[in-house]
């Protein structure tokens, strides 16, 4: 109950850039999946989404490599407003 609750007021806001820890750690498996269609919904929304975790299953199914390459000044300028 209290990490589904914690994963609600993540994202009651709809945030642009969301961190997450370990978010279906002691869920059941249902609830797991749930989470997993919750955070796939939310990235196809155009939500990027930072997630850890020790399950390598659960990483293989959520994992999402863009081919383009990063460039971490825009990226910053686009969170902050400011140039580095």
């Not at 945030?15 to 919750?38: A, M, N, V």
């Amino acid at each position: 109950m209290k990490q589904r609750l914690m994963i609600a007021r993540a994202i009651l806001n709809k945030p642009s850039l969301l961190f997450l820890d370990e978010p279906t750690s002691s869920l059941d498996p249902g609830t797991s999946q749930e989470i997993h269609k919750l955070l796939r919904e939310l990235n196809s929304e155009g939500t990027t989404i930072f997630l850890t975790t020790h399950n390598m299953d659960e990483a293989d199914k959520l994992l999402s490599i863009h081919s383009k390459e990063l460039n971490l000044e825009e990226i910053f300028l686009k969170l902050t407003g400011r140039s580095l």
